[in-house]
């Protein structure tokens, strides 16, 4: 079954300090993977997505197929990142779309 | 462009009542999924549509939960006779037409739901 898994539900770093948000998934074929983020008060967005290969705001994500991996990642951490973030897999077939989520982890930045 | 509009987006129910949860897409799009978030857990997938089309009900409980997105104006999460483990937060989110697995979901703030 396709799954999404989040271990820490908390991290909490210094500002300045690197981060990583690890995210496992369980899926039999060629996965579609994004990470949203929900700032305090505000909805949930598009972060990034793996297929593009792209960096928003310092944070990258490989997918790493072998370890089933895509941890998001980013050098030097500002308090502005302190939100949630959630892993999620594209899942379907044709044109369905749906989203299997992670339960989310809370970004801490400390000052 | 607005965004994905939920209204409304607090709703209190007793026990037994009908909740109706309604779902405004960004302009131009055509898909909407519901999601549903319980306490300390992720966003499950309910329900897809298309306009006047379920595409995919596989997270829908079986009973007293129905989707629709007509032609015209919102899509509506119903829930029938509600009971206390209704109590969550409800997101929407849509897409454009031709939208696959791959394509990016606008999401809405959600209605948080509590049943007294």
């Known amino acids: 079954a396709q799954r999404v898994t989040q271990p820490e539900k908390l991290l909490s770093v210094f500002k300045g300090a690197p981060v990583e948000l690890k995210c496992n998934y369980s899926y039999s074929g060629s996965p579609e993977l994004f990470w949203y983020v929900q700032y305090s008060r505000q909805r949930l967005q598009l972060l990034l997505r793996?297929?593009?290969?792209?960096s928003i705001k310092g944070f990258t994500a490989d997918l790493n197929k072998g370890e089933t991996s895509f941890h998001l990642k980013k050098p030097f951490a500002q308090e502005e990142d302190s939100a949630m973030y959630y892993c999620a897999l594209g899942w379907g077939s044709g044109n369905t779309g749906k989203l299997i989520f992670g339960q989310g982890t809370t970004l801490q930045v400390k000052p | 462009n607005a965004g994905v509009m939920q209204n409304p987006r607090h709703l209190v129910r007793r026990r037994g009542q009908e909740a109706r949860l309604r779902c405004s897409p960004m302009?131009?799009?055509?898909?909407v999924y519901w999601y549903r978030q319980l306490p300390e857990e992720g966003l499950k997938f309910m329900v897809y549509l298309q306009k006047e089309n379920i595409i995919d009900e596989s997270g829908m409980p079986k009973e007293r939960f129905s989707a629709e997105f007509p032609k015209e104006g919102p899509s509506i999460l119903r829930i029938q006779q509600v009971v206390r483990g209704d109590s969550a937060a409800y997101f929407c989110a849509s897409s454009p037409p031709g939208t696959s697995v791959t394509d990016t979901q606008y999401f809405g703030p959600g209605t948080r739901l509590t049943v007294l």
């Open positions: 302009k131009g799009h055509s898909h």
């Open positions: 793996h297929i593009s290969r792209e």
